[in-house]
């Protein structure tokens, strides 16, 4: 059985364009940037009915996370000390994510919850050039 962190299928939430985007569009915003995005009318036809419910959402959300950390894009800190990156393997930091995540879009609180000590996780944006 596979855990809520992971999209159930073999197929990924976004394509490669799709996720693309979304990472310009984001780069150097905070995670909730990134969670807005999947709430967006302006991404495509399609884009609000795929990601309608909050765990579509949320699987989406990680599912980017988890590649913008492998392309070495971000790096997830802990929230308050931001040089201190979050412990544990790649998968481990997203496991705690998700489980750390409200359990649906009234924790949400419209991406405050991204500010609230309640979520342990923050991000830093790397760029390739300066690495920083």
Not at 3 to 19: I, K, R, V
Not at 33 to 50: I, K, L, Y
Not at 78 to 94: A, C, F, K, N, R
Not at 113 to 119: G, R
Request: charge should be negative; glycine fraction near 8%.
């Amino acid at each position: 059985m596979q855990n809520d962190c992971h999209e159930t299928s073999n197929e990924a939430p976004l394509s490669d364009a799709e996720y693309e985007q979304l990472a310009f569009d984001c780069e150097d915003m905070d995670l909730s940037a990134v969670w807005h995005e999947f709430g967006s009318p302006f991404r495509g036809n399609d884009w609000p009915a795929r990601f309608q419910s909050f765990e579509r959402r949320k699987r989406a959300f990680l599912w980017v996370v988890r590649r913008l950390v492998q392309e070495g894009r971000v790096v997830l800190v802990t929230v308050g000390q931001p040089d201190v990156q979050l412990p544990g393997s790649l998968d481990e930091q997203i496991e705690a994510m998700s489980r750390a995540f409200p359990t649906g879009d009234d924790g949400m609180d419209n991406g405050i919850w991204f500010f609230m000590p309640e979520c342990p996780f923050g991000g830093n944006w790397r760029h390739r050039e300066t690495g920083r």
